[in-house]
Structures are given as structure tokens and as C-alpha cells.
């Protein structure tokens, strides 16, 4: 990074951005090397500012959420890292033209978690399979994060984002092309989504007791916890399922694989397609239990399995 860098960005983002900043503080997996620049825009003005200054810069750029599904290298990430929290959070809720629905608008930055608690209180349904599962709204719709009961494209109606150009776009949900736990595309639009910035999203859901959403998520969540790793350091389920038949966890179940440990890295004794960190686990420690656990179940089953975690870094 050159001086004039240096210059304009604690000139004008002053406390906000922090040089050679350790990314374990702000990855559920708790590892990883430094981020060169590590950046807090506290609103839509700052990050266009900021994008566009490392575009001029040809500065490297990453944009986080709650970094829940990211693992990140331990030689760490050069350029800028920007990080979506405060400024980015707000939930408010709008009238639906279709009687017995609402519009819940979310910013990218906000909690998935808190969200969800947004809608029961708001006595509004469609949330349910969102519940325990960790990270930001923005990353819950880049990744279509999702379980057997549902998934954010099944309620998703808008979808505002900064696109490559720098310009503030929004599509509805008709537009939006999905996959399994992907954005996929725009359909009618060369923008490619992961080019872009997701800033907000607009959620349709339907209007119910509140009492009996509370009941509903107080069991989704009892029952989740008892299948999923607590208490340790990880993100989530590690490899994507197959597209047919096993899922990644029944697969590597049966492989054997359920609490094999590398360095400080083990795959969950609870659930097989969690990788946890143990016991000061690095990067290079899951990176070396996740390879494993491919050629494992690739000679077991003749199956690939995929990461559904996102892997940055040097």
C-alpha cells in the first residue's frame, strides 16, 4: 500500500479502518491471517466511496457480512476487507399489496438471527427454517442459505445491490436466479451477482399468532441444537450436499470420518459435516481435515464433495 492510500483512507474513514488487522476476530471459524485493510463503512455513501477508491487504487476487494461462511487463509488477504455491520443492520417492515402479508426490508449487514426474531414478533410467518442458522442477510442470499424446509429464494421479493459499475440497482424476484445455495445470476442483466454488493433485501411474509410462531421457533431451534455442534468455533456445514441421494453428512458418516482430527481442527462428533476448531485450530488445519475428508469419501463412494464454505486468501 502506497502513502497516498495511507492518506486518503484515515483522512477521510478515520477510526473505520483498521491496517494489518487479524480476520480470526471476524470469522466464525476464528482463524486467519491479517487483512492489509480492513474497512467499517457506516453507510451506503462510505461503501460506494470505498469501492470505487480501491477500483482507482486497483486495490484487492473483499466485502463481508457476518463471516460465518468464510474461512480465511492464514497468510491473511490482501488489499481491502470490508465488513457490513453497524450502518448496515436495519429491519423495518412494510405493507404488502396482497391482504395478510408483509414486507420485511432487511439490510445486508443485519443478523439472519436477528431477523428472524424481527418477524416473530411481528407475528409474520415464512422465517422458520432461517432460525439458528448464523450470518448476515447479505450472505444469506448470495448463498441461498437454506434447509429442507426452505430457503431465502422461496420468500425473497427484492433485492437492492451495488453492482460492478458503482451504480445502486434494484431487481425483484422474478429477475433473480437461484441455485442450490447460490445467487446464480440476473436474468436480462450481464451483471454477475458475486461482482456485486447486496445492500438490502425485501422478504414477503405471511401474517400469523405470535404465540404460535414463538412455539414453532423455540422447537426448530431445541432440535436443531441437539443435531448441530455448540459451543465451538466453526461454519456451519462445511461441504454441500450431492445432488442426488446421500448428504454430505451421511456420507461422511459413513466414511468413518466423524471425529478425525488435524491439529486443532476435528470433524464434529455430533454431525459429520461440521468441521470444528478444537482446540486453536489454524487455517492450514481445516484445510488439511477438508481435503482429507474429500479423498476419503471420493474413495468410499466415488463422490467429490464441494465446499459450501467460502475460502479467501493469499
Not at 461422511?252 to 476435528?266: S, V
Amino acid at each position: 500500500m502506497n502513502e497516498e492510500t495511507h492518506r486518503w483512507l484515515t483522512g477521510r474513514f478515520g477510526g473505520s479502518i483498521r491496517f494489518e488487522e487479524p480476520m480470526s476476530g471476524y470469522t466464525s471459524f476464528k482463524v486467519g491471517g491479517p487483512a492489509d485493510i480492513l474497512a467499517h463503512p457506516e453507510s451506503v455513501e462510505d461503501l460506494v466511496e470505498l469501492i470505487d477508491g480501491c477500483k482507482k487504487r486497483k486495490l484487492p476487494l473483499l466485502v463481508m457480512g457476518g463471516g460465518t461462511n468464510t474461512l480465511v487463509k492464514d497468510s491473511g488477504i490482501r488489499g481491502m476487507v470490508v465488513v457490513l455491520s453497524k450502518g448496515f443492520d436495519r429491519i423495518r417492515k412494510n405493507k404488502s399489496p396482497e391482504a395478510g402479508r408483509m414486507i420485511i426490508t432487511a439490510m445486508a449487514g443485519a443478523r439472519l438471527g436477528t431477523l428472524c426474531g424481527f418477524a416473530v414478533k411481528q407475528g409474520l410467518k415464512g422465517l422458520s427454517f432461517a432460525a439458528g442458522i448464523p450470518g448476515s442477510v447479505g450472505g444469506a442470499i448470495m448463498m441461498n442459505a437454506g434447509t429442507a424446509s426452505g430457503c431465502m429464494a422461496d420468500i425473497l421479493t427484492s433485492v437492492t445491490m451495488l453492482d460492478s459499475n458503482g451504480k445502486i440497482i434494484s431487481f425483484d424476484r422474478g429477475s433473480l436466479r437461484f441455485e442450490y445455495r447460490r445467487l446464480a445470476g440476473i436474468i436480462g442483466s450481464d451483471e454477475n451477482p458475486e461482482s456485486s454488493v447486496i445492500i438490502e433485501g425485501g422478504f414477503k411474509l405471511q401474517s400469523f399468532d405470535t404465540q404460535a410462531l414463538e412455539k414453532e421457533t423455540r422447537v426448530l431451534m431445541h432440535e436443531r441444537m441437539k443435531k448441530q455442534p455448540v459451543g465451538l468455533p466453526c461454519a456451519g456445514c462445511f461441504f454441500k450436499n450431492p445432488p442426488a441421494g446421500k448428504t454430505a453428512g451421511q456420507l461422511m458418516e459413513e466414511a468413518g470420518l466423524k471425529g478425525k482430527r488435524i491439529g486443532g481442527a476435528q470433524i464434529s462428533t455430533v454431525h459429520a459435516n461440521f468441521i470444528v476448531n478444537r482446540d486453536n485450530a489454524c487455517a492450514a488445519d481445516i484445510l488439511a481435515l477438508m481435503e482429507h475428508a474429500q479423498q476419503t469419501v471420493f474413495k468410499k463412494f466415488g463422490i467429490r464433495l464441494q465446499p459450501e464454505v467460502k475460502i479467501v486468501g493469499a
